[in-house]
């Protein structure tokens, strides 16, 4: 094993020139970065929020109150479908987490059962086609109720996506590499590093951002609605449109901002006021065009999160799939809200649980004595190794360590890896146990050259035999580290990918690189004994 193989050398020699660029970016100020080549690798390490500073925050999604709204909906799902089959029926409302309604005449009291039980619910998340709604019926009544299997699947579903729109959103503002975990069943902590003004990731994060399209009911009066004499389907919402202060609009939404592909702060061309233009996909193109041409005249109002934001006059159909919202903005509200309309709506409205905010002076700090405890280790391990093994073998395993640091840094630099605070203590662990292989491969050399073999045996021995058992502990704290990456979060994580980079760096360098830099010593100095002996 100790011959010097073509393959081996060039596979070194890449290896180094891999780390040495990769990790350069690292050492130079961001300006000399920007003006290296177009081939020149730029990634930098990214810290994490105990380094960089930043904002800390774990939300809480409501899943009781997507529930409601689910409710909500199923109940003008319910009104829907009976008018239009023609089926007489009174008392529709919700109680007790369930939907009923009394159908006047018992003769349709069971094609509304078929009815309700086939149709309804086909549009709502976790609910295809009724089959996760249970129906009953007592006494006239139809009683309708979500399976509790399909409420406990929805909320899953509903933290998962809560943390994809989130994570889409902070994208949005520039943050690089958030850390978004789940903990617990419906709280999510949110790690973003760098990032200044918290208060305006918490407003983005946690505007639910649900976008509607709603006919305006034009049948009563405002002063009627006010009075309580709202009609059945309609609803009484605040408004910003600058007309009035609460606005009557029909419950069904005409589109909604799932059907978005597209948005994007603009300016108005007659007045300059910023507006956001969208534009809706091929469904909502249709379904916006079919309701502008069969309300010609009449008026639409965009509602977001349970208010009016705007309220036009629908002059002509708009065919075209595409609009703008326009209201009281400032360029910044308009981009904000761009940013959420195309991060797409949360399924569910996010709590606040807690707010930490860590400033980058002691960021600072943690890396000044995270950079103190690295030169720790490594000046313990340089003077270790050649005291043990002489300046010679001491010393090749001081360089091997050295290849490993560049390749450590470098693959977390490629990869894009957040460094945090317990990824330092992994980095400094990996140092330190980096030499085990060398330890083991050493002392195996010293053995066989006191069982009387020659330099070139003793020395092939020490790799050939000692190589199972660096492959073995390797391989154990690798699994470990995978252990803890897949089952653990935050510093855990960190923790466990910078372990399991440095255990691939380390077995790379301490096996094959020392083996190549000893192969060169044997063929230029062709020793009579080894010194290490």
């Known amino acids: 094993m100790i011959a010097l193989s073509r393959w081996k050398v060039i596979l070194v020699v890449l290896a180094v020139i891999f780390g040495v660029l990769f990790s350069l970016p690292n050492a130079l100020p961001q300006k000399v970065v920007d003006g290296l080549p177009g081939f020149m690798p730029k990634n930098r390490l990214n810290l994490g ?106 909320a899953a579903k509903a933290v998962e996506q809560s ?105 108005e061309q007659q007045t300059g006021a910023p507006v956001v233009s969208f534009r809706f996909n091929g469904q909502g193109a249709r379904r916006f065009a079919d309701a502008t041409s069969q309300n010609v005249g009449k008026r639409f109002a965009i509602i977001l999160d349970g208010k009016v934001i705007s309220a036009p006059n629908i002059n002509e159909p708009i065919t075209g799939g595409s609009g703008q919202i326009s209201g009281s903005f400032t360029p910044e509200s308009a981009n904000d809200l761009a940013v959420l309309l195309r991060a797409g709506a949360l399924p569910a409205p996010l709590n606040v649980e807690e707010q930490r905010t860590v400033g980058a002076e002691l960021g600072a700090d943690a890396i000044k004595s995270g950079q103190i405890s690295a030169y720790i280790a490594f000046g313990s391990v340089l003077i270790f190794m050649l005291l043990a093994y002489g300046f010679l073998f001491g010393g090749i395993s001081i360089i091997a360590l050295v290849v490993n640091g560049f390749l450590l840094v470098a693959a977390m630099s490629m990869t894009q890896a957040t ?79 910078t372990l399991a980079i440095g255990v691939i760096t380390s077995v790379f360098s301490a096996v094959l690189v020392t083996q190549v830099l000893l192969g060169i010593w044997f063929r230029v100095a062709r020793p009579k004994f080894l010194p290490i002996a």
């Open 49 to 154: 929020l105990d380094l960089q500073g930043g904002s800390y925050l774990m939300l809480e999604v409501d899943t009781a109150a997507l529930r409601v709204e689910r409710l909500t909906n199923l109940i003008e799902d319910v009104r829907t479908t009976l008018r239009d089959e023609k089926i007489v029926f009174s008392d529709l409302g919700q109680a007790n987490g369930e939907v009923a309604v009394r159908i006047t005449d018992p003769a349709q009291l069971n094609t509304a059962q078929n009815i309700l039980r086939t149709r309804v619910g086909s549009d709502l998340p976790g609910a295809p086609g009724g089959r996760d709604l249970a129906v009953r019926v007592d006494n006239g009544v139809i009683h309708i109720a979500f399976a509790e299997e399909a409420v406990n699947a929805e």
């Open 163 to 267: 943390m994809e729109i989130i994570r889409r959103r902070i994208d949005e503002l520039g943050t690089r590499e958030p850390s978004i975990s789940r903990q617990g069943v419906n709280r999510i902590v949110v790690q973003a590093p760098g990032e200044s003004d918290p208060e305006r990731l918490k407003a983005i994060i946690g505007q639910t951002a649900k976008l509607s399209f709603q006919m305006v009911d034009e049948t009563v009066s405002l002063q009627e609605a006010a009075a309580g004499r709202i009609p059945p389907g309609s609803e009484l919402l605040p408004s910003e449109d600058g007309y009035s202060t609460m606005l009557l609009v029909k419950k069904r939404a005409l589109v909604t901002g799932e059907m978005l592909t597209d948005a994007q702060q603009s300016f």
């Open 419 to 497: 460094l945090t605070l317990p990824g330092i203590a992994g980095l400094i662990l990996t140092l330190a146990v980096a030499v085990d292989a060398n330890v083991l491969i050493y002392e195996r050399m010293r053995d066989e050259v006191r069982a009387g073999r020659s330099p070139v045996s003793a020395a092939d021995a020490g790799f050939s035999r000692a190589i199972i058992t660096v492959f073995d502990a390797n391989i154990t704290h690798l699994g470990a580290a995978m252990i803890m990456f897949s089952l653990g979060a935050g510093p855990v994580k960190g923790f466990a990918w």
